[in-house]
């Protein structure tokens, strides 16, 4: 089984910055594709991006891409969010998952919730306008 743990989130400005963490750990963990998700009230959770940890190769939705980017960190098993230029409509519970198979190949592969088995806890950010 694999533990993620978020960190990062918080409360920020519209055109403000914010880094979320997600740290990995657990024995099956084994540099599994690692993706951020998040989810306001009433609406399903939706894909922001995405990272192989084999070669680097990200995915982002349209939403994000050009603000948001994702890294990560191989000595300390952690996947970062960078986000900049937020907007209120960033405001949300922001998850990180790990994937269920070795490498994510494609957009519509990074971006499937199904394509994903272990999930944190969540980190809310909020954007005030």
């Known amino acids: 089984q694999v533990q993620l743990v978020e960190s990062g989130g918080g409360l920020v400005q519209a055109g403000g910055s914010l880094r979320l963490s997600c740290a990995a750990s657990?024995?099956?963990?084994?540099?599994?594709?690692m993706g951020w998700f998040r989810q306001v009230p009433g609406k399903e959770r939706e894909f922001v991006s995405a990272?192989?940890?084999?070669?680097?190769?990200?995915y982002y939705a349209d939403s994000v891409k050009g603000r948001f980017f994702i890294f990560r960190d191989n000595a300390k098993n952690t996947v970062y969010l960078q986000m900049n230029s937020l907007k209120p409509e960033d405001t949300a519970l922001y998850y990180c998952?790990?994937?269920?198979?070795?490498?994510?190949?494609?957009?519509?592969?990074?971006?499937?919730?199904?394509?994903?088995?272990?999930w944190g806890q969540g980190t809310q950010v909020t954007v005030s306008s």
């Open positions: 998952a790990a994937a269920r198979l070795d490498y994510i190949s494609t957009w519509v592969h990074a971006s499937r919730i199904t394509s994903y088995d272990s």
């Open positions: 657990g024995r099956t963990f084994s540099g599994r594709p």
């Open positions: 990272i192989n940890w084999a070669d680097g190769t990200t």
